[in-house]
């Protein structure tokens, strides 16, 4: 689902840290070995990772939005059942990366806040609209496709809560992948509007997919430290080669045509190769310009809006009942 | 009417009442008061939408007319439909949605365990998975509907707006026409009436802790078991057979 905040530099203040425990944290990094909560860290390393893992986090929580447009609708029992649970597992991926930003020093309601306040992102992806049924198989079968090339790569990051949440996550992501691709084969080979509408989710989902794997190498701001501390182990341009590779047989296999003339295999590299990406769709879309960008804020705020009388509600509620507890043990 | 008829509709009725349930939970999708509450109230509507589809598929299977599970569910109108009224309440806020569920699992629990026992082995089996899910729906909504009711000011106000506006759907759980006689009769179907005080005193203990009063009804609301229902359920079903009608035949 994400990988934009990959190439972000950390613009925090610089902080000088002790020459000794930086060069044991880089031999660590370089040693392969975990850095774990209460190990020391520079400043950079931390700050980079809270604005990585909470940018997960969130679009693992805006992601519902798209996907929950269809729930009510699901043209099945089966399917709704499936849906559901998909959205019930990004709500848990929400929650797990969440927990792995606390263990770096900052609560879920700090990292939610800079969300509503617009100062953190999310995936630009989740800033396109879902127009039919086959987009429910194509967030699965590309956009959860594209966040595993990303994500496999960071069950070895080095920060240990963040890679362990990951190994989780990437099993239920490779799970939702191969269903999205399931209901792709089943509309593909059902009736003409069926395949009209696989085609349709195609031609709408890929382009944003690729720009999902973020700016290409030549221009892409990430620092060599995201690559000495592996927190990011693949650049942009490899990962995106490695889905187009993957994705493509698997489009034709369906018997659908990607919307890109000049998509061709080349015998040479044995890597097929795409025309060129409009990135400045993908700038207006992080810009805030893209076709939900509006609506999804919006929601999310309404939402957190309508449920703080319910969760004021628990606080206080909770806070009697331990009053009423401590009097009894005091009796 | 062929002897399984009666006990074609009352799975049906069964079925109904779980899926409408389920689907309103799932209209919650994205929307809760909390990501931990966002889980929980998809699991509640899991659990309903998978007992309903075993339901159907029983349904299914006694009428014999090879329809499915998506065939009753997607191609019967708001007229046929025969789930209790409660269920079809929209979900207004979350103090709404919790005191629905509370209501019904508070029913569906006791309901259930008597099911077990049914003659019909089916039947008894499928009320063995609901009744252990059903309650887990009690406990989860039951801590809500008290920590509503016994929380602040405004919660309090909201839960028992909330039950002042449902309670008029209890009485309907109690009622029994002949189709359900007729089940009672053999040993397949449970008597309500023998649940009652089990309900009544699951709502006098939450309820009590919640600080709620319990509203006097003079004239419950029924109709749901003879498909007469409030205007919402049709909204629903609208919106929810609409993609599978527009295909007719099609395979998802």
Same mark, same amino acid.
């Given at each position: 689902?994400?990988?934009?905040?990959?190439?972000?530099?950390?613009?925090?203040?610089?902080?000088?840290?002790?020459?000794?425990?930086?060069?044991?944290?880089?031999?660590?990094?370089?040693?392969?070995?975990?850095?774990?909560?209460?190990?020391?860290?520079?400043?950079?390393?931390?700050?980079?990772?809270?604005?990585?893992?909470?940018?997960?986090?969130?679009?693992?929580?805006?992601?519902?939005?798209?996907?929950?447009?269809?729930?009510?609708?699901?043209?099945?029992?089966?399917?709704?059942?499936?849906?559901?649970?998909?959205?019930?597992?990004?709500?848990?991926?929400?929650?797990?990366?969440?927990?792995?930003?606390?263990?770096?020093?900052?609560?879920?309601?700090?990292?939610?806040?800079?969300?509503?306040?617009?100062?953190?992102?999310?995936?630009?992806?989740?800033?396109?609209?879902?127009?039919?049924?086959?987009?429910?198989?194509?967030?699965?079968?590309?956009?959860?496709?594209?966040?595993?090339?990303?994500?496999?790569?960071?069950?070895?990051?080095?920060?240990?809560?963040?890679?362990?949440?990951?190994?989780?996550?990437?099993?239920?992501?490779?799970?939702?992948?191969?269903?999205?691709?399931?209901?792709?084969?089943?509309?593909?080979?059902?009736?003409?509007?069926?395949?009209?509408?696989?085609?349709?989710?195609?031609?709408?989902?890929?382009?944003?997919?690729?720009?999902?794997?973020?700016?290409?190498?030549?221009?892409?701001?990430?620092?060599?430290?995201?690559?000495?501390?592996?927190?990011?182990?693949?650049?942009?341009?490899?990962?995106?080669?490695?889905?187009?590779?993957?994705?493509?047989?698997?489009?034709?296999?369906?018997?659908?045509?990607?919307?890109?003339?000049?998509?061709?295999?080349?015998?040479?590299?044995?890597?097929?190769?795409?025309?060129?990406?409009?990135?400045?769709?993908?700038?207006?879309?992080?810009?805030?310009?893209?076709?939900?960008?509006?609506?999804?804020?919006?929601?999310?705020?309404?939402?957190?809006?309508?449920?703080?009388?319910?969760?004021?509600?628990?606080?206080?509620?909770?806070?009697?009942?331990?009053?009423?507890?401590?009097?009894?043990?005091?009796? | 009417?062929?002897?399984?008829?009666?006990?074609?509709?009352?799975?049906?009725?069964?079925?109904?009442?779980?899926?409408?349930?389920? %689907?309103?939970?799932?209209?919650?999708?994205?929307?809760?008061?909390?990501? $931990? &509450?966002?889980? *929980?109230? =998809?699991?509640? /509507? !899991?659990?309903?939408?998978?007992?309903?589809?075993?339901?159907?598929?029983?349904?299914?299977?006694?009428?014999?007319?090879?329809?499915?599970?998506?065939?009753?569910?997607?191609?019967?109108?708001?007229?046929?439909?025969?789930?209790?009224?409660?269920?079809?309440?929209?979900?207004?806020?979350?103090?709404?949605?919790?005191?629905?569920?509370?209501?019904?699992?508070?029913?569906?629990?006791?309901?259930?365990?008597?099911?077990?026992?049914?003659?019909?082995?089916?039947?008894?089996?499928?009320?063995?998975?609901?009744?252990?899910?059903?309650?887990?729906?009690?406990? %989860?909504?039951?801590?809500?509907?008290?920590?509503?009711?016994?929380?602040? $000011? &405004?919660?309090? *106000?909201? =839960?028992?707006? /909330? !039950?002042?506006?449902?309670?008029?759907?209890?009485?309907?759980?109690?009622?029994?026409?002949?189709?359900?006689?007729?089940?009672?009769?053999?040993?397949?179907?449970?008597?309500?009436?023998?649940?009652?005080?089990?309900?009544?005193?699951?709502?006098?203990?939450?309820?009590?802790?919640?600080?709620?009063?319990?509203?006097?009804?003079?004239?419950?609301?029924?109709?749901?078991?003879?498909?007469?229902?409030?205007?919402?359920?049709?909204?629903?079903?609208?919106?929810?057979?609409?993609?599978?009608?527009?295909?007719?035949?099609?395979?998802?």
């Amino acid at each position: 689902m994400y990988a934009q905040a990959l190439d972000q530099k950390d613009k925090g203040p610089a902080v000088i840290e002790d020459p000794e425990r930086l060069a044991r944290f880089e031999a660590r990094c370089a040693a392969d070995e975990k850095i774990e909560p209460k190990d020391w860290m520079p400043e950079a390393y931390r700050r980079t990772l809270i604005r990585q893992v909470s940018q997960h986090a969130h679009s693992e929580v805006i992601g519902m939005q798209p996907e929950g447009n269809w729930v009510t609708r699901a043209p099945s029992l089966k399917r709704k059942a499936v849906l559901l649970s998909k959205i019930q597992d990004e709500a848990g991926h929400g929650l797990y990366l969440y927990s792995a930003c606390e263990t770096l020093g900052v609560s879920r309601e700090e990292v939610v806040e800079a969300l509503l306040a617009g100062k953190a992102k999310y995936s630009s992806i989740f800033n396109y609209p879902t127009l039919n049924w086959a987009d429910m198989g194509a967030i699965g079968w590309l956009v959860d496709g594209a966040a595993i090339m990303n994500q496999i790569p960071l069950c070895r990051c080095s920060y240990g809560p963040y890679a362990r949440a990951m190994i989780r996550i990437c099993k239920e992501e490779s799970f939702h992948q191969r269903q999205g691709y399931e209901i792709m084969l089943t509309l593909a080979r059902g009736t003409p509007a069926q395949k009209a509408m696989a085609q349709d989710a195609l031609n709408r989902w890929w382009w944003p997919c690729l720009m999902m794997f973020g700016p290409p190498d030549a221009v892409s701001e990430h620092s060599s430290e995201s690559m000495r501390w592996k927190i990011k182990r693949f650049s942009n341009d490899d990962l995106r080669q490695k889905f187009i590779d993957a994705t493509v047989p698997q489009g034709l296999f369906l018997g659908l045509t990607f919307p890109d003339p000049e998509l061709k295999f080349n015998e040479a590299t044995e890597h097929w190769e795409t025309g060129p990406i409009d990135w400045s769709e993908f700038k207006r879309v992080l810009a805030g310009e893209g076709p939900c960008n509006r609506q999804r804020m919006r929601v999310r705020r309404q939402t957190e809006a309508d449920g703080a009388w319910v969760r004021e509600a628990a606080r206080v509620h909770a806070k009697k009942r331990a009053a009423r507890q401590a009097l009894q043990a005091a009796e | 009417m062929s002897a399984d008829a009666p006990l074609f509709t009352y799975c049906l009725r069964l079925a109904d009442s779980a899926l409408v349930l389920g %689907h309103r939970l799932s209209e919650w999708t994205a929307y809760a008061p909390t990501l $931990e &509450e966002d889980i *929980a109230i =998809a699991n509640l /509507a !899991l659990d309903l939408i998978g007992q309903a589809r075993l339901f159907y598929d029983y349904a299914g299977k006694i009428e014999g007319q090879g329809r499915d599970e998506d065939a009753l569910a997607y191609l019967r109108d708001d007229r046929d439909y025969m789930n209790l009224l409660l269920v079809e309440q929209p979900n207004g806020d979350f103090a709404v949605t919790m005191m629905r569920q509370f209501l019904y699992a508070a029913f569906a629990v006791p309901y259930l365990a008597a099911l077990t026992r049914s003659k019909d082995e089916t039947l008894a089996a499928i009320a063995a998975k609901a009744e252990k899910e059903m309650a887990y729906h009690l406990r %989860h909504a039951g801590e809500w509907v008290i920590r509503l009711g016994d929380g602040t $000011e &405004e919660s309090h *106000a909201r =839960a028992q707006a /909330a !039950l002042d506006d449902l309670a008029i759907y209890i009485d309907e759980f109690f009622e029994v026409d002949a189709v359900e006689q007729s089940l009672i009769d053999a040993g397949i179907a449970p008597d309500p009436a023998s649940v009652r005080s089990a309900f009544e005193a699951t709502l006098a203990h939450v309820l009590g802790e919640a600080t709620l009063a319990r509203p006097a009804v003079r004239t419950g609301q029924s109709g749901g078991r003879k498909g007469l229902h409030t205007e919402h359920l049709g909204h629903l079903l609208a919106e929810m057979q609409v993609l599978h009608r527009a295909h007719p035949g099609a395979n998802w």
